[in-house]
């Protein structure tokens, strides 16, 4: 149990183009859902959270109107990158939490990461 | 004070020896505590939760909690070279909102040698 999927697992843009990545918790609702961001060789950095049909909530120096995340069900959230540059090239993680009966509140669980690459 | 505090490593073990991660924190009120594996190229993987002081042992690791000296460890027991990995500690965020959050740590960076 507690999987997560993200799609599409990478991806190559041009500079100024939006890119979708979908993450969906299979076999569990997500109350919340979170969006990270890693650098290589760096931590992870907390972007947003989402909870299910609120808006985001976005870190400290995370651009709204560039990274716009939607979570419309329990079990979907998505992240726009709008007009996408070679500075936004990472390793894009979202993870999910929610109420599993027997979890703890907090326990988040990670999909697979996409990497997204801007030339 | 940074929030939660891993040495960075890198920890290296010889293979069948014990690694021993240890993390510190700064909120007293936090009640989560967590320990992730990451994989290099790979996204985390929750490997032990624990939420109460003591030990809690689940097949080849061990968390410690110490909520007075603010102290969370992971033991690895007979390490494998497959151990090999970063461990982030993550605690659960008291303070400022957003109490569901979890902050990281920078992760310590385990190598078991053959």
């Known amino acids: 149990g507690a999987v997560v999927s993200q799609h599409p697992s990478w991806v190559i843009c041009k500079s100024g183009t939006s890119v979708k990545i979908e993450c969906r918790s299979l076999d569990f609702q997500a109350t919340t859902m979170f969006w990270y961001r890693q650098f290589p060789k760096q931590s992870l950095m907390l972007m947003a959270t989402s909870n299910e049909g609120s808006k985001a909530t976005y870190e400290q120096g995370v651009e709204k109107d560039k990274f716009l995340i939607n979570h419309a069900s329990l079990t979907l959230s998505t992240l726009t990158v709008t007009s996408a540059h070679p500075e936004d090239s990472s390793f894009y993680i979202c993870s999910a939490s929610g109420g599993r009966a027997g979890w703890a509140y907090n326990e988040q669980f990670f999909g697979p990461g996409t990497r997204l690459t801007v030339l | 004070q940074k929030e939660v505090e891993q040495n960075s490593g890198p920890l290296s073990v010889p293979e069948g020896a014990i690694a021993s991660l240890n993390c510190t924190y700064s909120?007293?009120?936090?009640?989560?505590f967590f320990w992730y594996r990451q994989y290099s190229g790979k996204s985390p993987e929750l490997i032990m939760s624990i939420y109460s002081n003591g030990d809690k042992e689940d097949g080849r690791f061990t968390a410690q909690l110490n909520k007075a000296s603010q102290y969370v460890s992971l033991l690895i027991r007979d390490s494998q070279p497959s151990d090999s990995a970063t461990y982030l500690c993550?605690?659960?965020?008291?303070?400022?909102?957003?109490?569901?959050?979890?902050?990281f740590g920078k992760g310590t960076k385990l190598s078991v040698k053959p």
């Open positions: 993550a605690v659960n965020k008291v303070y400022g909102g957003s109490q569901g959050n979890l902050i």
């Open positions: 909120d007293r009120g936090s009640q989560s």
